[in-house]
């Protein structure tokens, strides 16, 4: 019986790597990098985020930042804290400023909160059984981020732009394996 021998001949395969490739590697790696960061911020500490609507903070907190709150007692709360807490004169909607005075009432806390660029102060209550939010940490202008990540338009490109990167690399893929067998 004739010996056939077969050899088998290993190419390097050819590196396809442009500065596109390398700043969108390095862009997810960053991405990955933050959202890891801001996941365990969420789990150790038991924080919600939050996106600063308006200047009434500054310079303390600006627009656009993105604001990291614990749920705490009204009891746990002091003057110079910040705090988020349910508007009282406008339903569904959150207010983070700063305490300027906190008293016990019976079965409610009362506060007087002030934004640190407002001249006026607001006076609100909750249950003693109730809870606000504590201010935590202030990521400076990633709020606008966020908020632009909040629209479907948005979540529809990086979709797309996903899928297609997706699509390239699985045939950037099999047409590299089909030149590597000629």
């Not at 919600?48 to 009891?75: H, T, Y």
């Not at 990633?142 to 979540?155: D, F, S």
């Amino acid at each position: 019986m004739p010996n056939h021998a077969t050899s088998l001949v290993l190419r390097p395969r050819p590196q396809i790597s442009t500065g596109i490739e390398r700043m969108l590697s390095g862009l997810l790696a960053s991405l990955g990098a933050v959202l890891a960061i801001l996941t365990a911020v969420t789990l150790v500490g038991h924080c919600s985020w939050l996106v600063e609507r308006s200047d009434s903070m500054a310079p303390a907190l600006r627009a656009g930042d993105l604001l990291a709150v614990s749920r705490i007692g009204p009891s746990m709360a002091r003057p110079g804290d910040v705090v988020t807490f349910k508007e009282p004169s406008r339903p569904g909607m959150l207010l983070t400023h700063r305490v300027v005075s906190v008293t016990r009432d019976g079965n409610e806390f009362k506060f007087t909160t002030r934004g640190d660029a407002n001249t006026g102060s607001e006076t609100w209550s909750v249950r003693a059984n109730g809870t606000i939010g504590r201010l935590v940490v202030r990521v400076p202008s990633a709020g606008r981020a966020v908020a632009l990540l909040g629209r479907p338009q948005m979540r529809f490109l990086l979709l797309t732009v996903a899928s297609l990167l997706l699509a390239f690399e699985l045939l950037r893929r099999i047409w590299g394996r089909s030149g590597d067998e000629a």
